[in-house]
Every structure is written in structure tokens, then in C-alpha cells.
């Protein structure tokens, strides 16, 4: 008897490790997710999922890697935990592949910083599901960015006693910048892609540098205190255990070498941005014979130099004519300015303006009017966009969408600042 039920054990065992190793126990099920839209998009690209879910098992690693639902399991409870973290999501109103699991590599705190960790597992866990994922889903036009949550290990030790801490690192990257990485051919071209990335480390903004600089930030400061890190260091996972735990609270951290001194304070007095338009003045001119069939210039608002927080941004003022039957809120309109007329601008205006410039960035000003309605039967939003040329730049280059660009410049509507979501304004909702 004793023997018998020992075998139904052992075969009981057998089949839920089988039934977790399986690829479909990688995805999460489509019932189980709140959100219509998402529930929806989990259920139709159920297939593709679960061809991801056996990729990603099929990763060789150094040490184990398992997907998970959450983070900071120990590895015994691991292997019996839920697997099923293959999701979509939502970060900062984009949907997001979202992928979470735990890395049972263990680094040394003495012989390796935050920056350099970060690095070792992006190296070995987190791009390999990148180009995974960009595989199955890179002509998805619902998938707007991959997440990725992994959590490792890291050794130090506490008044002489060894212990180990978990330590959590967030990806988010765009989708055109993950296809740029999973597509890379060189490490300079990866180090591009990986620039448009959100990162964090136990939910603080973190970089991700493929060589040299982490190094070399971490020789400039001060030694990690073990103790405080594992006293201290707040799990993602402990933050919310169902949702993308960070959303609209994270800021983008932009990689800055230490040794650079910041940039003086741009002046911005009518003296200094007449001189700036002074020298530009022939390219200004051409811009505006070149692209006003296209641009709509208003005539008696030549571009002027102007000043706008803190900077110099050289500014045009247009006039945007939407179709007669549009309506809807104000937001829309600006939201159908953009897309229908400043955003065709931008690479043709940018083409005139090579190299490092002698202002911050590009200003647009339009007018919206309604075709076919006089201006006395209507009324006229006055839409302004302010954009920096590195926004610019990275818009020029397609390495970032029109949201995107919105995202790190400013939007007025008369005047008032306004967070402009492009795909929820045109829907006409508020």
C-alpha cells in the first residue's frame, strides 16, 4: 500500500511539473484579466503567446530562470509557484507586452554595482526575451512597448554575516526601439535602441550601458552599503503584484556622463534671440518658400525666435484646416492639428536644420478652422507645440512615435497646458 501511494505521488509530481514546464502555463489566461480591451487582445493572440511562452523556456541560462507572477520567490517555492506572467498590460496608456520572472543568479555587492548587475541580466535574461518577443509580435500594431520585470539576487553582508537580497530590474522599451535592438548588428546601434528605454532598479531610474560607461559611473561613487541595501530595497513585486508595478510615476532617466558640467542657462533676452534668428535668418526664409503650400504659413506672423521655459525655440505659426464635418472636444482638434498637419512637417523642416543649432528647439502655432465654415460661424482653436530638437531629432530619425513626441514636449490649447493623448482625443473622449 505504502509503495502504491508513493508512486501516485511521484506521478502526481511528474505531471505538474509537466503541466508548469508547458508553454501554456507561461501565458496568463485571457478570463482572468479585468480590462475588455486587454482580455480581448490576451484571447486573440493566444497562439502567439504561448509560441513565446516556449521560446522563452527554451532560453539556456547560466543559472534557472523562471517566468512567475511574482517577484522574489525563493526557488523552492518557485518551482511550484504560478508561471503564468505572459500578459498585456497597460504603461503610461500604452499597451505593453508585460513578462515577469525570477533570475537565480546571485552577484557579489563588492564586486559589482547596481549598474553593472542591471547589465549582467539584461545581457543574459532580458534581451534574449526581447528579441523573443519582437519575433512574434513586431508586426502587431496593438503591442506599443515591451515590460519586462526580473528580479535577481545580490550578496553582501551585515555586520559580517553573508546575506542575500533580492533586487528588481524594470525594462520598458518602445516597440519601434525593440526592433531596432533585436535587429542591431553592432553594439552602438544596440546602445541606440537601448537609450529610448525606461529602466529602473527597485523602482529607481536607472541606465542600462552595454560597455564602459557603468564602470565608470560606479568608480565616481560611493561604495554600496550592503546593509542599507538589505535593510532598504523595496520589491517590486511587494508594490503591486498584479499590475505593472511603477506606471505613470517613473521618470525617464536619459544617460549623462558624470564628467560633463551642465549646460549654462540659455539667455533669453530679446537681444540674444534676435541675434540667434540673425544668423539663421536665410534658412528661415528658405523654409518658408519652401513648405508653405505645405505648411500654410500665416503671412503676417513671420517665424520669430521666441522664448519658452527657460529656452530658445524658433517658432512658426500656420493655419490647420480640418475636414467641415469634424467635431468634438477641443482636444481632438489639437489632436487632428498634429497628426494631419504639424507631423507632416517635421522631417521636411528638420532636413533645413542639420547638425548642433544654436536654439533649444521648434515651436508651432496654428490656428484650427473648420473647411468650408467662415471664421465668424466658427470657433477657432489656437493649438501651440513646443519641441526640443533632441524630440525632434529622434521623431526625424522614426525612433519615436507622435505620442511619443508629444510626451516630451508641451501642448497648449489658448494658452493652457494640456496633456494630449493622441489616440484617446481622437476617439473624441476627454
Not at 548587475?117 to 535574461?125: D, G, Q
Not at 512597448?145 to 537580497?165: D, F, N, P, T, W
Not at 536654439?359 to 465654415?373: M, V
Request: aromatic content about 8%; hydrophobic content about 40%; glycine content about 4%.
Amino acid at each position: 500500500m505504502l509503495v502504491r501511494c508513493m508512486r501516485r505521488i511521484s506521478l502526481l509530481c511528474l505531471s505538474l511539473s509537466l503541466l508548469i514546464s508547458a508553454p501554456w502555463a507561461q501565458v496568463l489566461p485571457a478570463n482572468e484579466i479585468k480590462d475588455p480591451e486587454l482580455r480581448a487582445l490576451q484571447e486573440r493572440n493566444m497562439d502567439d503567446l504561448k509560441k513565446l511562452g516556449a521560446d522563452i523556456l527554451a532560453f539556456p541560462t547560466d543559472y534557472p530562470f523562471y517566468l512567475s507572477r511574482k517577484l522574489d520567490l525563493d526557488q523552492a517555492k518557485q518551482k511550484w509557484a504560478d508561471q503564468r506572467s505572459i500578459q498585456f498590460d497597460r504603461y503610461k496608456g500604452k499597451i505593453v507586452l508585460q513578462i515577469t520572472g525570477n533570475y537565480f543568479a546571485a552577484y557579489s555587492a563588492e564586486k559589482m554595482n547596481s549598474d553593472q548587475r542591471a547589465r549582467e541580466t539584461f545581457l543574459r535574461i532580458a534581451e534574449p526575451i526581447l528579441k523573443a518577443a519582437v519575433a512574434h509580435f513586431q508586426n502587431n500594431a496593438s503591442v506599443q512597448a515591451y515590460a519586462l520585470e526580473i528580479s535577481h539576487h545580490v550578496l553582501g553582508k551585515v555586520g559580517g554575516v553573508a546575506v542575500e537580497r533580492p533586487e528588481n530590474l524594470v525594462i520598458v522599451l518602445p516597440q519601434a526601439a525593440a526592433i531596432r535592438l533585436a535587429t542591431a548588428n553592432d553594439d552602438s546601434a544596440r546602445q541606440s535602441a537601448l537609450r529610448q528605454a525606461e529602466s529602473f532598479i527597485n523602482a529607481k531610474p536607472a541606465s542600462i550601458w552595454l560597455s564602459g560607461e557603468a564602470p565608470q559611473l560606479a568608480e565616481q561613487s560611493p561604495p554600496e552599503d550592503p546593509s542599507s541595501a538589505v535593510q532598504s530595497a523595496p520589491s517590486v513585486a511587494d508594490q503591486n503584484t498584479d499590475k505593472f508595478p511603477i506606471a505613470a510615476h517613473a521618470p525617464t532617466l536619459k544617460p549623462v556622463k558624470p564628467s560633463e558640467p551642465p549646460a549654462p542657462p540659455r539667455d533669453t533676452s530679446p537681444e540674444s534671440l534676435a541675434k540667434i534668428q540673425s544668423s539663421y535668418q536665410k534658412v528661415i526664409d528658405q523654409v518658408a518658400a519652401d513648405l508653405d503650400s505645405q505648411a500654410h504659413f500665416v503671412t503676417y506672423q513671420k517665424p520669430a525666435m521666441i522664448a519658452f521655459r527657460k529656452g530658445a525655440y524658433l517658432e512658426f505659426s500656420l493655419t490647420t484646416t480640418l475636414a467641415a464635418n469634424v467635431s468634438g472636444s477641443r482636444y481632438k482638434m489639437a489632436a487632428l492639428a498634429f497628426d494631419e498637419h504639424v507631423a507632416h512637417l517635421i522631417r521636411p523642416l528638420m532636413s533645413y536644420l542639420k547638425g548642433d543649432l544654436e536654439f533649444d528647439g521648434i515651436a508651432f502655432s496654428s490656428t484650427i478652422h473648420l473647411q468650408s465654415k467662415s471664421p465668424s460661424t466658427q470657433g477657432n482653436e489656437a493649438v501651440e507645440f513646443f519641441f526640443s530638437t533632441a524630440a525632434l531629432r529622434c521623431y526625424e530619425a522614426y525612433d519615436c512615435t507622435g505620442q511619443e513626441l508629444i510626451d516630451r514636449g508641451s501642448a497648449l490649447i489658448n494658452g493652457e497646458r494640456v496633456r494630449l493623448d493622441l489616440q484617446v482625443a481622437e476617439a473624441g473622449a476627454q
